[in-house]
């Protein structure tokens, strides 16, 4: 393993440690899963605050697997570091043997390692080969899906996964270029997109090619998939009392977030009956109103947290909660709550404003 490449620091790890810490602190042995190790840095403060326990870390990519390795060499005897993307969550749990996890950290988007290694191209900003694979040894290359996909599937992946107005004229571009010459280069897709974008629109809004990267990454990579998989997983592995973070870095990261969240917080029982069916109430209690930004002053330290949204919830009992409610609140206050859950949420902690929604989040490269 050679030097580390890129910058890291771990993205409001304070919070972080904050809200998993009354699920890691209770008890002679918990056990956490760091579902995106990348380098660590979080992975590290979770085992130095919590001597008694054990971390499960996973990455997709070798490279960051490595370093994270040497980094928690002083707890080798306390961690299992294995190479799998985060849907694969399940099947690594049962392999090692452990049914039930008390944490749970998803920091999501691409690592420090990944967005300033130059070769790995990522980044917009520098001209490498069109790869864009978190993890090298499997997989297709983006190269592969600018110059193998028709106009209609590559303008569908920069309108739906980059949320890109100008999804069309950008494949269109696109097309016409590789039909005089492969493109191979991160620096030429950058100058392809630009130009496909109109004058005005350039002049706001970051980088033209923004949009256009993010959205062959969450492709190549499987990203939002794999999250629709790996979130309702992590929640099930989870022991009453467990807490599950996430780290969002655009909209479509925390829609998925919310919506996974959202749903185990509510009763599916009929709002209209007294008493909550045995099986129907919520099986999460949300730490939060909303999902949380970070302060001006982690932005100023570490200015890739800038688009961060937080979001975490707490794995409760239902049956506890029914029983607490037959015995304290009427019927009616019961139904009130069960068709309003998360406007009865109190939020614990809030080091900068809430966000209600993250329609206009921007891409962010942690």
């Known amino acids: 393993m050679g030097e580390l490449r890129g910058t890291h620091v771990p993205v409001l790890l304070g919070r972080c440690l904050e809200l998993l810490a009354p699920a890691l602190s209770r008890g002679d042995r918990t056990v956490h899963v760091d579902a995106t190790l990348g380098l660590a840095g ?3 403060a979770v085992l130095a605050a919590h001597p008694q326990t054990t971390l499960i870390g996973l990455d997709r990519d070798p490279e960051a697997l490595a370093h994270a390795r040497a980094r928690l060499a002083p707890y080798a ?6 190479h799998a993307v985060y849907d694969e969550l399940p099947e690594v749990l049962d392999r090692l043997g452990f049914a039930r996890v008390d944490g749970v950290l998803f920091d999501l988007g691409v690592s420090s390692l990944q967005l300033d290694a130059p070769d790995r191209g990522f980044a917009y900003a520098q001209d490498a080969p069109l790869d864009m694979r978190m993890d090298q040894t499997t997989g297709v290359p983006a190269e592969e899906v600018v110059n193998g996909y028709s106009h209609g599937e590559l303008a569908r992946v920069l309108r739906v996964y980059g949320e890109e107005k100008f999804a069309g004229r950008i494949a269109s571009a696109i097309v016409r270029e590789r039909e005089r010459a492969r493109i191979t280069s991160s620096a030429r897709l950058a100058e392809l997109v630009r130009e496909a974008i109109p004058a005005p629109a350039r002049r706001t809004g970051g980088h033209p090619a923004k949009r256009t990267f993010q959205a062959l990454r969450i492709e190549v990579n499987r990203e939002l998939a794999a999250l629709e998989t790996a979130l309702p997983a992590a929640l099930d592995a989870l022991a009453p009392g467990g807490r599950l973070v996430v780290l969002s870095y655009h909209s479509l990261e925390d829609r998925i977030t919310k919506q996974s969240l959202g749903a185990r917080a509510r009763s599916t029982g009929p709002v209209d009956l007294p008493v909550e069916l045995p099986g129907t109430g919520p099986t999460l209690r949300l730490l939060s ?12 330290a570490n200015p890739r947290a800038a688009s961060v949204r937080l979001r975490a919830a707490e794995r409760i009992d239902p049956e506890r909660v029914e029983a607490t409610e037959g015995t304290s609140t009427t019927g009616r206050t019961r139904r009130a709550a069960r068709e309003r859950p998360r406007r009865g949420v109190r939020a614990l902690h809030q080091p900068g404003a809430a966000a209600p929604d993250s329609s206009t989040m921007d891409e962010h490269e942690e």
Not at 289 to 300: K, Q
């Open 77 to 82: 005897g306390r961690i299992h570091l294995v």
């Open 42 to 44: 979080h992975a590290e």
């Open 289 to 300: 109103r909303g999902a949380e930004l970070p302060s001006e002053a982690e932005v100023a």
